[in-house]
């Protein structure tokens, strides 16, 4: 558990799809919802996927990561050739050993401390379970909560609640982290706290971070800014992060 990993060097694409079409079931007809998209993404990065509601961000999200199997195209990552080729438990397996997960609705489970939120994770993992217990204090002490171990969901506010998902998923060291809306329910103060987060994964633990937004106060943080538009990607600009970027009111 500690930050060199096995990855390649700065600049590698941490994972690399062509040509995703996925369609969905609308009446008798189908929708195209992504339309041939070509998407990577590179280790350190903190990559910034934009576009408006409905455009198929979170369908490009759950196809990269294993849990939407698209109608067409192909999905490299890490080492895996082609991620939509694998059983379903390899799926799994790999999204467990590898991948993080942010979502807007932080997802925790509400009998659980914050502790045990992401000490669950680690055990599932196969570590020991003061080994879990030990990894689980110090990313719940990163990201600024270590006076909230022993506190459940539902009395944390949602800036919290949302730092207990980003340690649930930083916990593992992830070489991919894909976070969906990470800062939408959030106001200005924790929007920046937990960006900030997500920018430090990238920077200080070489995670390829995959960030879906449409806040475009966020792109200040970004290394690259893909916007998507009716399923088709549009542009895609690198960029120089700004590291004393705003997003609270002053
Ligand atoms: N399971 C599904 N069945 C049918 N249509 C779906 C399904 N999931 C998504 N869609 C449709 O696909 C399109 C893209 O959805 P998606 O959730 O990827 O958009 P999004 O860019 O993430 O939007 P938002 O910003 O609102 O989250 C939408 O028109 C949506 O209605
Ligand atoms: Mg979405």
Known sequence: MNATKTHGKHGDFAIEAKGLVK???SGKAFIEVLKNVDFDARHGDLTMVMG?????????IAALSGLLRPEEGKVSALDVDNLWKMSSGKIDKFRLDHCGFIFQGFNLFPALSALQQVEIVLKFQGLSKSDARKQAMITLKEVGLGHR????PSILSGGEKQRV????????????LFADEPTSALDGENGQ??????????????????????????????????????????????RVPDPNAALAHH
């Not at 171990?149 to 459940?152: A, D, G, K, M, S």
Request: charge should be positive; hydrophobic fraction near 45%.
């Open 149 to 152: 171990l022993h506190q459940r």
């Open 193 to 238: 706290i937990v960006i900030q987060l997500l920018r430090r994964a990238a920077t200080q633990h070489g995670a390829a971070v995959i960030c879906v937004t449409h806040d475009p106060r966020l792109e200040a943080w970004a290394d690259r800014v893909i916007k998507i538009e009716d399923g088709i990607i549009i542009s895609d600009e690198r």
């Open 165 to 176: 998902a980003i340690a649930r998923a930083l916990a593992k060291n992830p070489q991919i």
């Open 52 to 60: 408006p509601s409905g455009s198929g961000k979170s369908t490009l």
């Open 23 to 25: 369609r969905f079931k």
